[in-house]
């Protein structure tokens, strides 16, 4: 999906980094030649043989649909993905569901979701999950997880919901209000930008997740 800050904000120097990237590590489990699905895959394109499904059409969309409702036969995919999803759909289990029908049986679904990262709609924002809540989800629909983790970690909660609290604190209904906390936020973003990298080392503690801004599961199809 192409969530993500919006607008000037997009100016800002994020806060939000991967300290535990999963894509490519995922992608190296796939067989040659394999068939990748990316679910709301928001103009990224992970391999020249991903099919990238979105809801809107943006420069690299193959498939203008209904995530979960996917227009793909049953047991035609090798790797899917589903990465800062599942809080955008009204249904989560459907979703699961439909990536567990199009993967072969032994394929690889990877999912990521937030876990304590901020609010944020495209187009909307419903669902938070624990790493242990994921992994339950995505078993329930036969998909037996094989890794799980956090990726984006604990220190980028900690910026991001200190840099929040305060241009909460200073907005407003004026224009004034909302300059002076939007002033506010890219302050507070700027000094706390390099203290971001110290999730290098919190995401490898063993309770990193606990506090983690986003999560991970990768599961197989069983059967």
């Not at 999803?85 to 569901?97: A, F, I, Q, T, Y």
């Not at 037996?144 to 241009?167: C, F, K, M, Y």
């Not at 990298?197 to 490898?204: C, E, N, T, V």
């Amino acid at each position: 999906m192409p969530f993500g800050p919006q607008g000037l904000y997009r100016r800002i120097p994020t806060l939000c980094w991967q300290a535990a990237p999963q894509v490519e590590r995922v992608l190296a489990r796939a067989p040659v030649g394999a068939r990748v699905v990316d679910l709301g895959a928001g103009g990224r394109r992970i391999s020249e043989r991903t099919v990238c499904v979105d809801f809107l059409a943006l420069a690299t969309t193959d498939v203008i649909g209904d995530v979960g409702r996917l227009p793909f036969r049953d047991a035609c995919a090798d790797l899917v993905y589903a990465t800062g999803l599942l809080e955008h759909v009204e249904d989560e289990r459907l979703v699961l569901s439909e990536m567990a029908r199009i993967l072969k049986p032994g394929g690889i679904a990877h999912v990521e979701v937030p876990f304590l990262e901020q609010y944020h709609e495209d187009p909307i924002d419903v669902r938070r999950l624990t790493m242990p809540g994921l992994a339950m989800a995505m078993r329930a629909q036969g998909l037996e997880p094989i890794a799980s983790g956090a990726h984006i970690g604990p220190t980028v909660t900690l910026l991001n919901a200190v840099a929040r609290w305060w241009a909460l604190v200073f907005d407003g209904p004026s224009v004034l209000a909302r300059s002076v906390s939007f002033a506010v936020f890219v302050g507070l973003s700027t000094l706390a930008w390099p203290f971001r990298f110290l999730d290098a080392l919190l995401i490898k503690k063993r309770k990193a997740h606990t506090l983690a801004m986003g999560v991970y599961c990768t599961g197989r199809k069983v059967g």
